[in-house]
Protein backbone atom coordinates (compact mmCIF):
# COMPACT_ATOMS: atom_id res chain seq x y z
CA UNK A 1 0.00 0.00 0.00
CA UNK A 2 1.30 3.30 -0.69
CA UNK A 3 2.40 5.80 1.57
CA UNK A 4 0.24 8.14 0.05
CA UNK A 5 -3.01 5.53 0.55
CA UNK A 6 -2.20 5.12 4.53
CA UNK A 7 -1.61 8.86 5.47
CA UNK A 8 -5.14 9.21 3.23
CA UNK A 9 -6.65 6.53 5.19
CA UNK A 10 -5.38 8.20 8.79
CA UNK A 11 -7.08 11.61 7.99
CA UNK A 12 -9.90 9.38 6.92
CA UNK A 13 -10.03 8.14 10.35
CA UNK A 14 -9.25 11.46 12.82
CA UNK A 15 -11.42 13.20 10.56
CA UNK A 16 -14.54 10.52 10.98
CA UNK A 17 -17.58 11.07 13.54
CA UNK A 18 -17.13 7.69 13.89
CA UNK A 19 -13.72 7.70 14.99
CA UNK A 20 -15.07 9.85 18.41
CA UNK A 21 -18.18 7.74 19.19
CA UNK A 22 -16.15 5.11 19.05
CA UNK A 23 -13.37 6.44 21.23
CA UNK A 24 -15.62 7.37 23.81
CA UNK A 25 -17.83 4.20 23.73
CA UNK A 26 -14.28 2.79 24.54
CA UNK A 27 -13.81 4.92 27.06
CA UNK A 28 -16.80 4.62 28.93
CA UNK A 29 -16.03 0.63 28.94
CA UNK A 30 -12.52 1.43 30.31
CA UNK A 31 -14.56 4.03 33.35
CA UNK A 32 -17.17 1.37 33.85
CA UNK A 33 -14.47 -1.53 34.84
CA UNK A 34 -12.10 0.91 36.77
CA UNK A 35 -15.44 1.30 38.95
CA UNK A 36 -15.41 -2.12 39.27
CA UNK A 37 -11.80 -2.99 39.88
CA UNK A 38 -10.73 0.12 42.36
CA UNK A 39 -13.01 -0.68 45.55
CA UNK A 40 -11.83 -3.72 45.59
CA UNK A 41 -8.30 -4.02 44.66
CA UNK A 42 -5.38 -3.18 47.01
CA UNK A 43 -2.87 -1.55 44.28
CA UNK A 44 -5.32 1.28 44.40
CA UNK A 45 -4.61 2.24 47.71
CA UNK A 46 -1.88 4.75 47.63
CA UNK A 47 -3.23 5.89 43.45
CA UNK A 48 -4.26 9.19 45.94
CA UNK A 49 -0.92 9.59 47.21
CA UNK A 50 1.29 9.89 44.35
CA UNK A 51 1.67 11.70 41.07
CA UNK A 52 -0.46 9.35 38.69
CA UNK A 53 2.57 8.45 36.30
CA UNK A 54 4.49 7.80 39.44
CA UNK A 55 1.98 5.33 40.38
CA UNK A 56 1.92 3.69 36.91
CA UNK A 57 5.00 2.92 36.61
CA UNK A 58 4.89 0.75 40.11
CA UNK A 59 1.34 -0.71 39.10
CA UNK A 60 0.89 -4.18 38.39
CA UNK A 61 -0.70 -4.37 34.77
CA UNK A 62 -3.58 -6.72 35.53
CA UNK A 63 -4.87 -3.77 38.17
CA UNK A 64 -3.87 -0.83 36.02
CA UNK A 65 -5.14 -2.41 32.54
CA UNK A 66 -8.18 -0.10 32.20
CA UNK A 67 -6.13 3.20 33.44
CA UNK A 68 -3.39 2.51 30.73
CA UNK A 69 -6.30 1.63 28.22
CA UNK A 70 -8.35 5.05 28.67
CA UNK A 71 -4.67 7.08 28.62
CA UNK A 72 -4.38 5.41 25.03
CA UNK A 73 -7.93 6.27 24.38
CA UNK A 74 -7.65 9.51 25.20
CA UNK A 75 -4.44 10.83 23.40
CA UNK A 76 -6.21 9.44 20.00
CA UNK A 77 -9.38 11.45 21.05
CA UNK A 78 -7.17 14.11 21.80
CA UNK A 79 -5.96 13.92 17.80
CA UNK A 80 -9.35 13.49 16.60
CA UNK A 81 -10.57 16.64 18.49
CA UNK A 82 -7.61 18.82 16.70
CA UNK A 83 -8.42 16.90 13.10
CA UNK A 84 -12.16 17.92 13.33
CA UNK A 85 -11.40 21.26 14.72
CA UNK A 86 -9.25 22.30 11.87
CA UNK A 87 -11.46 20.72 9.25
CA UNK A 88 -14.30 22.48 10.76
CA UNK A 89 -12.80 25.70 10.50
CA UNK A 90 -11.65 25.17 7.11
CA UNK A 91 -14.92 24.20 5.78
CA UNK A 92 -17.26 26.53 7.50
CA UNK A 93 -14.46 29.91 7.15
CA UNK A 94 -16.97 31.41 4.59
CA UNK A 95 -20.40 32.81 4.37
CA UNK A 96 -21.27 32.21 8.35
CA UNK A 97 -20.66 34.26 11.47
CA UNK A 98 -17.28 33.83 12.75
CA UNK A 99 -18.50 33.25 16.50
CA UNK A 100 -21.15 30.53 15.32
CA UNK A 101 -17.90 28.87 13.77
CA UNK A 102 -14.78 29.39 16.40
CA UNK A 103 -17.14 28.75 19.16
CA UNK A 104 -17.20 24.68 19.03
CA UNK A 105 -13.33 25.38 19.10
CA UNK A 106 -13.06 27.14 21.87
CA UNK A 107 -14.78 24.38 23.68
CA UNK A 108 -12.32 22.12 22.07
CA UNK A 109 -9.50 24.61 23.25
CA UNK A 110 -10.26 24.22 26.64
CA UNK A 111 -11.01 20.25 26.73
CA UNK A 112 -7.40 20.07 25.51
CA UNK A 113 -5.54 22.57 27.84
CA UNK A 114 -7.37 20.35 30.97
CA UNK A 115 -6.13 17.68 29.53
CA UNK A 116 -2.52 18.89 29.24
CA UNK A 117 -2.72 20.68 32.40
CA UNK A 118 -3.53 16.59 33.79
CA UNK A 119 -0.77 15.42 31.66
CA UNK A 120 1.57 18.13 32.91
CA UNK A 121 0.15 16.92 36.90
CA UNK A 122 0.62 13.63 36.29
CA UNK A 123 4.68 13.74 34.77
CA UNK A 124 5.51 16.41 37.13
CA UNK A 125 3.92 16.62 40.17
CA UNK A 126 4.38 15.76 43.78
CA UNK A 127 2.37 14.04 46.47
CA UNK A 128 3.41 13.58 50.17
CA UNK A 129 1.76 12.95 53.55
CA UNK A 130 3.50 12.88 57.44
CA UNK A 131 2.49 12.66 60.41
CA UNK A 132 3.94 16.02 61.93
CA UNK A 133 4.51 16.81 65.72
CA UNK A 134 5.40 20.46 67.26
CA UNK A 135 8.19 21.05 65.47
CA UNK A 136 8.93 18.68 62.89
CA UNK A 137 10.61 19.51 59.62
CA UNK A 138 9.60 18.61 55.79
CA UNK A 139 12.94 18.60 53.38
CA UNK A 140 10.84 19.42 49.81
CA UNK A 141 12.37 18.00 46.57
CA UNK A 142 13.79 21.18 45.78
CA UNK A 143 15.80 21.61 48.63
CA UNK A 144 13.22 23.83 50.60
CA UNK A 145 12.83 23.17 54.39
CA UNK A 146 9.52 23.56 56.01
CA UNK A 147 8.75 23.25 59.69
CA UNK A 148 5.46 22.86 61.38
CA UNK A 149 5.03 24.28 64.98
CA UNK A 150 2.02 25.69 67.00
CA UNK A 151 0.00 23.06 66.44
CA UNK A 152 -3.27 23.47 68.12
CA UNK A 153 -6.96 21.97 68.38
CA UNK A 154 -9.91 23.88 70.09
CA UNK A 155 -12.37 21.05 71.50
CA UNK A 156 -16.18 20.88 72.56
CA UNK A 157 -17.08 20.30 76.36
CA UNK A 158 -17.46 16.45 75.30
CA UNK A 159 -14.21 16.39 73.69
CA UNK A 160 -14.69 16.74 69.73
CA UNK A 161 -12.45 18.61 67.87
CA UNK A 162 -14.20 21.98 66.88
CA UNK A 163 -10.97 23.63 64.93
CA UNK A 164 -7.26 23.51 64.34
CA UNK A 165 -4.55 24.96 62.81
CA UNK A 166 -0.55 25.38 62.62
CA UNK A 167 2.07 27.58 61.97
CA UNK A 168 3.99 26.75 58.76
CA UNK A 169 7.93 28.86 58.32
CA UNK A 170 9.67 28.10 55.13
CA UNK A 171 13.54 28.09 54.89
CA UNK A 172 15.61 28.35 51.76
CA UNK A 173 19.34 27.63 52.42
CA UNK A 174 18.78 27.35 55.76
CA UNK A 175 17.30 31.13 56.01
CA UNK A 176 13.61 31.79 57.23
CA UNK A 177 11.98 33.00 54.07
CA UNK A 178 8.13 32.77 54.89
CA UNK A 179 6.26 32.35 57.99
CA UNK A 180 2.51 31.39 57.42
CA UNK A 181 -0.40 29.45 58.74
CA UNK A 182 -2.92 26.35 58.37
CA UNK A 183 -6.38 25.57 58.97
CA UNK A 184 -9.37 23.80 57.85
CA UNK A 185 -9.79 24.86 54.06
CA UNK A 186 -6.97 27.42 54.43
CA UNK A 187 -4.18 25.68 53.02
CA UNK A 188 -0.24 27.58 52.55
CA UNK A 189 1.11 28.43 49.46
CA UNK A 190 4.63 28.92 48.57
CA UNK A 191 6.93 28.53 45.33
CA UNK A 192 4.31 26.13 43.76
CA UNK A 193 3.91 23.80 46.72
CA UNK A 194 0.39 23.13 48.96
CA UNK A 195 0.63 22.68 52.62
CA UNK A 196 -2.39 21.09 53.80
CA UNK A 197 -3.57 20.77 57.37
CA UNK A 198 -5.78 17.13 57.33
CA UNK A 199 -6.31 16.20 60.31
CA UNK A 200 -5.23 16.75 64.09
CA UNK A 201 -4.92 14.75 67.11
CA UNK A 202 -4.98 16.48 70.75
CA UNK A 203 -3.91 13.77 72.96
CA UNK A 204 -1.65 12.21 74.20
CA UNK A 205 0.67 14.54 71.84
CA UNK A 206 -1.09 16.98 69.35
CA UNK A 207 -0.14 15.98 66.32
CA UNK A 208 -0.95 16.74 62.78
CA UNK A 209 -1.68 14.27 59.66
CA UNK A 210 -0.09 17.12 56.69
CA UNK A 211 -0.39 17.16 53.31
CA UNK A 212 1.93 18.55 50.71
CA UNK A 213 0.91 18.99 46.98
CA UNK A 214 2.52 20.49 43.76
CA UNK A 215 0.13 20.64 41.00
CA UNK A 216 2.16 22.36 37.65
CA UNK A 217 -0.29 21.88 35.95
CA UNK A 218 -3.31 23.60 37.86
CA UNK A 219 -2.71 26.83 35.70
CA UNK A 220 -3.08 25.05 32.34
CA UNK A 221 -6.56 22.86 33.53
CA UNK A 222 -7.48 26.27 35.29
CA UNK A 223 -7.12 28.33 31.88
CA UNK A 224 -8.97 25.09 30.03
CA UNK A 225 -11.56 25.17 32.40
CA UNK A 226 -12.11 29.27 32.24
CA UNK A 227 -11.89 28.62 28.02
CA UNK A 228 -14.30 25.69 27.93
CA UNK A 229 -17.05 27.48 30.13
CA UNK A 230 -16.38 30.56 27.25
CA UNK A 231 -17.27 28.48 24.57
CA UNK A 232 -20.11 26.77 26.01
CA UNK A 233 -21.57 30.09 27.48
CA UNK A 234 -20.95 32.06 23.71
CA UNK A 235 -22.79 29.67 21.64
CA UNK A 236 -25.30 28.73 24.02
CA UNK A 237 -25.55 32.62 23.84
CA UNK A 238 -25.81 32.96 20.00
CA UNK A 239 -28.00 29.89 19.38
CA UNK A 240 -30.77 31.44 21.60
CA UNK A 241 -30.70 34.86 20.05
CA UNK A 242 -30.98 32.74 16.36
CA UNK A 243 -34.26 31.43 17.42
CA UNK A 244 -35.70 34.26 18.99
Known amino acids: MAIKDIAGRLLDFFLSLKTSVVLMLGLLFFFIAGALIMPVNPAFDTINALPLFQWLADAPVSAAWWLLGSIALIAVLAVNTVA ?7 RKRSGRQWLIVISPQVIHIGFLLMLVGHIVSASGGFKSNIVALDGTRMNFPDGMVVKISGIDVKLSPRGFPLDWRADVEYFVDGEKVKSDFMAPNRPSFFRGYGTYLKKVRPYPVKAALVEVTREPGAPWALGGGAVFMLGNIVL ?6 RET
Open 84 to 90: CSAESLI
Open 236 to 241: VGLKMS
